[in-house]
């Protein structure tokens, strides 16, 4: 038996924490986490992007985890820019719903409201953003050194490396989502715009379940759960106690989670006129030079767009380990996210699941010197071929792009399947050829 007293309850609370790491090893905390998210995601309590994504929980927790890292945990820019910059990207395919979302987490964060009005009125470090968000978002391949030398060397304005990296994964990360929420149909769907109080931003994150963070706010804790808590600790118990309270402590975990993912969502309803009326702008109010667009990228313009060839430049031999040493860990998220989606269970054959992958790469100027681009129009028929385009390079010009008829008899999960894929697609794309420009800048 323990015989805690005062002066051992720190040491005990300690081992307490060190006992549950122990007891939820061997994929434990990861099976908890996917089960809260399911639940939520059930409940209706989660926003409608995860809610498509959730019928691949693994993957979803994987995404969640970056999204969360780059626009919420450490990194070298505030806050307010990493969601200004969010709007910046997802203007550029005039997708409502990131806008919306992105400008009411702007206004929580304590972001100037003033500078929802349009980018002339975002301070002029954002707006050097405005070329390289362009490029990046509808014609990846002309990103060059010289973009980012503009970037790096503009006198009073000029960015550091640093927060360049993590601006430019904000923007291929919010490009490609564009793609996911408009292959999904989501961008028609609602946008909850919660509201913090003095406009603060929320101690808890509606998806820390799924970043491994069960942590409510002490607030939301009844006064009752908590002396409870603390006599238990105060308290002489065994291990197999210790271990009965930790499971104990997990179920009741679960259950705080919804019960505050509810409140949340009674709470978003509450927004001034005001405020909803400015994160309801216009997403042309954020761009500059409407009509540049996506366009073909052919092999006949090899020698004018100089071909992207992953044996001399990719994600696994230079990308990660560039992205990770300029944007600690960001790199391991993202080639979390990159595994996931093509480990995720699924009815298409592995070779139809690469055939999609480098044929978005394909169209977007990347080229495997290994690869029979002949597998393509063999696997994969033309109006899949078509949509995959219509979703990867321009996703908003329909809106809602028609689902192939040779799609009606699959599952939705399948279908939200192809989607992912076009989007980590993408988004590998964007990073590769941002990251190529960081590196010759670098070396030159």
């Not at 059930?42 to 985890?65: E, I, T, W």
């Amino acid at each position: 038996m323990i015989i805690c007293t005062n002066k051992m309850e720190y040491p005990l609370r300690s081992q307490c924490h060190r006992v549950q790491k122990q007891v939820m090893v061997n994929g434990e905390k990861e099976r908890v986490s996917l089960l809260v998210m399911k639940k939520l995601v059930s409940r209706g309590s989660v926003d409608a992007v995860s809610q498509q994504m959730a019928s691949h929980p693994q993957y979803l927790k994987s995404f969640l985890h970056t999204q969360h890292y780059i626009l919420h945990m450490d990194g070298p820019l505030p806050l307010p820019y990493r969601h200004y910059i969010a709007i910046m990207a997802a203007a550029r395919h005039h997708c409502n719903y990131l806008v919306y979302l992105h400008s009411a987490q702007f206004l929580r964060v304590g972001g100037d409201p003033l500078w929802l009005q349009g980018l002339e009125a975002a301070p002029p470090r954002l707006r050097l953003l405005d070329h390289i968000n362009k490029v990046l978002a509808h014609q990846p391949w002309l990103t060059t050194c010289s973009h980012i030398q503009t970037l790096l060397k503009a006198g009073e304005q000029c960015w550091s490396l640093a927060e360049l990296v993590q601006a430019v994964v904000i923007l291929a990360h919010c490009h490609s989502l564009c793609s996911f929420v408009f292959g999904c149909n989501t961008d028609s769907d609602l946008v909850p715009l919660a509201k913090s109080p003095n406009g603060t931003p929320p101690t808890f994150c509606p998806f820390d379940a799924a970043n491994g963070n069960a942590n409510v706010p002490q607030s939301l804790a009844a006064p009752s759960e908590h002396r409870t808590r603390r006599r238990s600790l105060d308290s002489s118990c065994d291990m197999v106690c210790l271990k009965e309270r930790i499971q104990k402590s997990q179920e009741e975990q679960e259950r705080r989670d919804e019960r505050f993912l509810q409140t949340q969502t009674l709470q978003q309803t509450d927004m001034e006129e005001e405020e909803e009326m400015i994160c309801f702008a216009d997403p042309s109010r954020f761009v500059t030079d409407a009509d540049f667009c996506y366009q073909e990228f052919a092999r006949r313009d090899e020698d004018r767009f100089q071909v992207l060839r992953v044996q001399d430049y990719s994600w696994e031999d230079h990308g990660f380990s560039l992205v990770n040493r300029l944007y600690s860990d960001i790199g391991h998220l993202l080639d979390d996210r990159f595994r996931s989606v093509a480990t995720l269970p699924s009815m298409h054959s592995p070779d139809l699941k690469r055939a999609i992958w480098n044929y978005i790469h394909c169209v977007l100027g990347i080229r495997y010197d290994d690869y029979d681009y002949g597998e393509v129009n063999q696997l994969l028929a033309r109006d899949l071929k078509l949509y995959i385009k219509a979703v990867a390079c321009y996703p908003d010009a329909t809106k809602t792009p028609v689902c192939p008829l040779s799609w009606t008899l699959l599952k939705a999960t399948e279908r939200i399947h192809v989607n992912l894929l076009i989007m980590e697609a993408r988004l590998q794309a964007e990073l590769l050829y941002a990251l190529r420009a960081i590196t010759q800048y670098m070396i030159a």
